[in-house]
């Protein structure tokens, strides 16, 4: 398998498991009367608001609160959410990566998408994160010297985003687009490629291949012996495995650092960084990952961006909302979708954000003083980038939506939904 093969087969199980994460905490919410009554708490303060019919909420740079606040962003923030979750919910991958660009892509600044979409994160995690079962094969020293290695990774990576935003606000957004054009694009036309073969091969979509096993490189690392050394996996394999805490610690960094700079928890990477680069069994990678992802995305979301402001809480709470109806919604539409469509939308979707990101790239340079391009062609193409992304981000809610309701019968006797197509794919 090449290289590149390799990268899209890490990112794209990166994707899924995000995606298998984001669904099993909404469904946890949406069937626990406790986390809706919470839910409902935290969207009270907006409630009373909309009701008072006030225009501002006090707040500044202070956290949680906003300096702004209308009805119209609460109500574009469930659109971006409920969008989120019907590609999360349908697709099995991908929802979470559109956020971060959708809020872009409506003026937020980039610093507050991300603080944003980290606390959406962090606030879902810790209401639908049923963990009593799922922790029971965590490796405590592989808990721990990744966790610590993670946090140090979030102040890192907010450092590095407050830096470039004190510094010059639109290196900052320059920065952030920049890496979400790098991987979406990446990520999209490896999994557009992917699509196109599989309709020349008459594959229908519904089961994919993908790494699997001990992988080479962690069995390199495995043999890699540098103190501490760490033991795990003993309930599956006789004498355990075994890592040196360094490694791992190394790779926490690597994970904090990207979920402060891109706002996305840090889950999207963590379970193919342990299964296929470290080489842990899937049942005990689950459990470290539910840890992390709520320590690092609450230690990211609270010390790096909320106390400096830059958490948009009407936002966060407008996201969950609409993330928790799209989920439900589009994980039930993939009982009556076909697998080749879920995966032509997966690397639509994936692509859209991509353009969405990389058209707002000259505007930024020329900002910079970095390109000299006319500011009606530059400001063209970030136009054209964000109708593109919207018309895509638009006709998927609509297909979505649509087969949906013209499926209501036949979906309402189910008792429980299925997990998507794509996040059933074995680790």
Not at 144 to 165: D, E, M, Q, R
Not at 188 to 208: E, I, N
Request: with cysteine; hydrophobic share 50%.
């Amino acid at each position: 398998m090449g290289t590149g093969r390799c990268i899209f087969e890490f990112l794209k199980m990166a994707s899924i498991q995000h995606a298998k994460w984001d669904y099993e905490v909404s469904m946890n919410i949406l069937k626990r009367r406790k986390s809706l009554w919470i839910l409902f708490i935290m969207l009270l303060p907006i409630i009373v608001i909309t009701v008072a019919g006030a225009g501002d909420m006090l707040g500044g740079k202070t956290a949680y609160a906003p300096a702004f606040y209308s009805t119209g962003i609460f109500f574009i923030s469930i659109v971006i959410g409920l969008c989120a979750g019907l590609i999360t919910g349908c697709i099995g991958a991908g929802g979470g990566f559109i956020i971060t660009p959708a809020l872009m892509a409506t003026g937020v600044k980039g610093i507050l998408a991300v603080g944003t979409d980290l606390f959406h994160i962090f606030a879902k995690a810790i209401m639908g994160t049923a963990v009593h079962k799922k922790l029971g094969n965590v490796s405590g020293k592989l808990a721990i010297a990744f966790l610590v290695g993670s946090s140090g990774g979030t102040f890192i990576g907010g450092a590095i985003n407050k830096g470039l935003y004190d510094y010059d606000p639109n290196l900052s957004e320059t920065f952030i687009s920049l890496i979400y054009a790098v991987l979406l694009g990446f990520l999209g036309f490896y999994a557009l490629a992917d699509f196109l073969k599989s309709r020349k091969s008459h594959d229908t979509g519904d089961a994919h291949g993908g790494l699997s096993g001990t992988t080479n490189i962690a069995l390199k690392i495995q043999n890699i012996n540098i103190p501490p050394a760490i033991r795990f996996d003993e309930d599956f394999v006789p004498g355990g495995k075994k890592i040196s805490g360094v490694i791992v610690a190394m790779g926490g960094v690597i994970v904090g650092m990207m979920a402060s700079i891109m706002g996305v928890g840090g889950g999207f990477i963590t379970f193919p960084m342990f299964v296929y680069v470290f080489g842990v069994s899937s049942m005990t990678t689950v459990g470290t990952d539910i840890l992390q992802i709520i320590f690092t995305a609450g230690l990211g979301a609270i010390t790096q961006y909320a106390i400096y402001g830059y958490v948009f809480y009407t936002l966060a709470m407008g996201m969950l909302l609409g993330s928790l109806i799209g989920i439900q919604v589009g994980a039930l539409t993939t009982k009556v979708v076909k697998g080749i469509h879920i995966r032509g939308f997966y690397a639509l979707s994936i692509l859209a954000g991509f353009v969405n990101r990389a058209a707002v790239l000259p505007k930024k340079l020329v900002d910079l003083e970095v390109i000299n391009w006319s500011k009606p062609v530059v400001k063209g193409i970030e136009t054209g980038g964000n109708i593109i992304f919207w018309i895509v981000v638009t006709i998927f809610a609509v297909w979505v939506i649509g087969k949906f309701l013209a499926n209501v019968k036949t979906l309402r006797g189910e008792e429980e939904s299925v997990v998507p197509v794509l996040v059933k794919e074995e680790a």
